[in-house]
């Protein structure tokens, strides 16, 4: 049964950073893709970033957090880290890990929700102005 747990959260300040990872177990990790989500209060859960199976050489980021957010992963821990710089209120969510559906599952170069299957419960971030 795929685990997938998310910790790095908190309350932090316009123009703070922060660190997420997301720790997997019950897969062959790096088989997968991965991707990180948020949900903002009463919105949708939308993508945030994406990275590809294997080395993570094809990484994707969603408009509003490109140039300031890094995805990265570790294969060899079955982690998986999103390093949030210069954080704005806007990105106060609750985000998500997630693994896409399929092993060695292609990454289109716009990823979306339903390319990925396993969730985890979630870390919230919360930016204050």
């Known amino acids: 049964q795929v685990q997938l747990v998310e910790s790095g959260g908190g309350l932090v300040q316009t123009g703070d950073s922060l660190r997420l990872s997301c720790s997997a177990s019950?897969?062959?990790?790096?088989?997968?893709?991965m991707g990180w989500f948020r949900q903002p209060p009463g919105k949708e859960r939308e993508m945030v970033a994406a990275i590809s199976w294997g080395g993570g050489t094809t990484k994707y980021y969603s408009e509003s957090v490109k140039g300031r957010f890094t995805i990265s992963r570790d294969n060899a821990n079955s982690t998986m880290s999103l390093q949030m710089n210069n954080l704005k209120p806007e990105d106060t969510a609750k985000y998500y890990c997630s693994a896409h559906r399929y092993p060695m599952g292609a990454m289109s170069s716009a990823p979306r929700k339903a390319d990925f299957a396993s969730w985890g419960q979630g870390t919230q971030v919360t930016v204050s102005s």
């Open positions: 019950g897969l062959s990790f790096s088989r997968y893709a």
